[in-house]
């Protein structure tokens, strides 16, 4: 099932965030933008817009009822933030979550966003008080795609609007209908590594086993346990804490654990030979 459930937050113009722009009528053309490029690429999309509601409360059960009522794989709810007072500092774009499994691709949607655009990434953040992350009953993300209150923010925004809504576009079929071609990138990624790591063992930078690739395979679609090693790693003082925050912001590569795993086993060997 290749299908997403979008909408803009709020009801009506002004009833969201509003400064240098209006979170209602931004939302609303992120949205349309991207259910756009998500139909091009043969997903299929539930777009829900209330025009009917006059109240917040009615407005949240509304866009909760109708995302529940559609057969759809992710719930996505497009917003924009404010801090309160205009403001010439760049403030950033972040992707709110609430269940542990969403984490990772909150913060790769974050970080998307940001790569594309250049706002400041502000990275996942989990929101367990939010209706619309509690009422939903598939997975769902919530965007703030920048601050309407930010000067900077607002400019990046107006110039990069279509980078934004691809980025968007992109994460999210990556999350609904990923590409199995895509699924070996991982591991080509660790055995380029190790060819230029290690161009003295064998001829050819690649793995001679296919049950140890396979094994590799499943260990890099696991988020906890590449958590537990990044942990592992920090507790046994073997790494610095930065990996976890690399890991939590979606910019630790599959590299870096191979990095960060030889430097654990390294650090293990080492203090081994001083008992």
């Not at 609303?28 to 998500?38: E, Q, S, T």
């Not at 409360?57 to 559609?70: C, G, T």
């Not at 809504?165 to 990556?174: G, H, Q, R, S």
Request: proline fraction near 3%; glycine fraction near 6%; include cysteine.
């Amino acid at each position: 099932m290749s299908s997403i459930a979008i909408s803009p937050g709020h009801f009506g113009v002004g009833s969201g965030a509003r400064d240098i722009i209006d979170e209602v009528t931004e939302a609303r053309k992120v949205v349309d933008r991207v259910a756009y490029l998500l139909q091009q690429e043969g997903i299929t999309v539930h777009k829900i817009v209330d025009d009917r509601s006059k109240k917040q409360s009615d407005n949240l059960n509304y866009l909760i009822r109708e995302h529940n009522s559609k057969n759809r794989k992710l719930d996505v709810s497009i917003h924009f933030n404010s801090s309160g007072k205009r403001t010439d500092q760049p403030l950033g774009t972040e992707v709110l979550y609430l269940n542990d499994s969403l984490q990772a691709f909150a913060a790769r949607m974050s970080q998307a966003i940001a790569k594309a655009s250049g706002l400041k990434n502000r990275g996942a953040k989990k929101r367990s008080e939010l209706a619309f992350l509690k009422g939903t009953n598939q997975p769902a993300v919530l965007i703030e795609v920048c601050f309407v209150n930010s000067v900077q923010d607002v400019k990046i925004y107006q110039s990069k609007f279509n980078e934004i809504c691809e980025a968007i576009a992109k994460e999210c079929i990556a999350y609904v209908a990923p590409n199995p071609a895509n699924k070996e990138s991982d591991l080509e990624n660790v055995e380029g590594e190790i060819q230029k790591t290690l161009p003295s063992v064998g001829t050819k930078g690649e793995f001679t086993s296919p049950e140890l690739k396979k094994r590799l395979d499943a260990i890099l679609k696991d988020q906890k346990m590449i958590e537990a090693i990044v942990r592992k790693g920090i507790d046994e003082q073997a790494i610095h804490g930065v990996w976890l925050e690399k890991l939590r912001d979606g910019t630790l590569s599959s590299a870096d654990l191979l990095g960060i795993s030889t430097l654990i086993i390294e650090h293990q060997i080492k203090n081994a030979g001083k008992k």
